[in-house]
């Protein structure tokens, strides 16, 4: 069965890092387009960042130079180190499987998501 | 504020054929495909509808989605009370707001 399972998260205070963890099972991490999602409480999903198979990485403008997207072949687990957090990057963060059409990565969609983990940035 | 614009609420009784309506532009729904995410209260989102019109093999076919030019809808027939939840859609953007856009989230509530 192809799986998320997310770890990590919790409370940081402004300022502070924190990593959150997703790892997969029915496939390989290293071989897919992933992807993180985050949704403010009470707020619309909002795209965070993006890693290609090849390496290549993509971020919001919100969170670039802030947040780092890796995997860990080892584990077969996503991860997003998240440095300088701000109070506004509280929420729950989701993983995603990006499925891409083979002709374009512009034809895509998320599936499946993890269960989501909640990061809470106060004082 | 979302790049892609949907109805904040909608509502139906058990029955009932409910459709969330929503709207972009030519850099995203005008020129890509659209997809639909369910996400129950309390749970992870989870895919509905894929490359505008297609549905995981999991997925009823209550559901359903189209698009015209830079507007997108889904529609759900037979309406459940299990069908209450907010639905997400999302698409591919060529512009600065992209590349992955969301709308607003449209919570329907079965009554």
Redesign the interface.
């Known amino acids: 069965e192809v799986q998320l399972v997310q770890s990590g998260g919790g409370l940081s205070q402004p300022g502070g890092s924190l990593k959150v963890s997703c790892a997969a099972s029915g496939f390989a991490v290293t071989t897919n387009y992933m992807?993180w999602?985050r949704q403010a409480p009470g707020k619309?999903?909002?795209?965070v960042s993006?890693l290609y198979p090849a390496g290549d990485t993509?971020y919001a403008d919100s969170v670039k130079g802030r947040f780092s997207i890796s995997e860990d072949k080892s584990t077969n687990t996503l991860e997003l180190q998240m440095n300088s957090l701000r109070v506004e990057d509280t929420g729950f963060y989701?993983c995603a499987r990006m499925?891409v059409?083979a002709v374009t990565p512009?034809?895509?969609?998320?599936?499946?998501?993890?269960?989501?983990t909640l990061v809470t940035v106060s004082s | 504020q979302?790049v892609l614009t949907q109805p904040p609420s909608a509502s139906g009784t058990p029955g009932q054929r409910v459709v969330i309506s929503c709207s972009g532009s030519r850099s995203n729904i005008g020129s890509?495909?659209v997809?639909w995410?369910q996400?129950l209260p309390g749970?992870?989102?989870?895919?509905l509808i894929?490359?505008t019109d297609q549905r995981?093999a999991r997925v009823p076919d209550r559901f359903s989605a189209s698009k015209s030019g830079t507007s997108a809808s889904l529609a759900i027939s037979g309406l459940q009370s299990d069908d209450e939840a907010d639905y997400?859609c999302?698409s591919?953007d060529d512009s600065l707001n992209g590349?992955?856009?969301?709308?607003?989230?449209t919570k329907l509530t079965v009554l």
């Open positions: 992807t999602v619309a999903l909002e795209w993006t993509f989701f499925v059409l512009k034809v895509n969609w998320f599936d499946p998501w993890g269960q989501g | 979302s890509y495909s997809n995410y996400q749970a992870a989102p989870k895919l894929f490359k995981p997400y999302a591919w590349p992955w856009v969301f709308g607003g989230g």
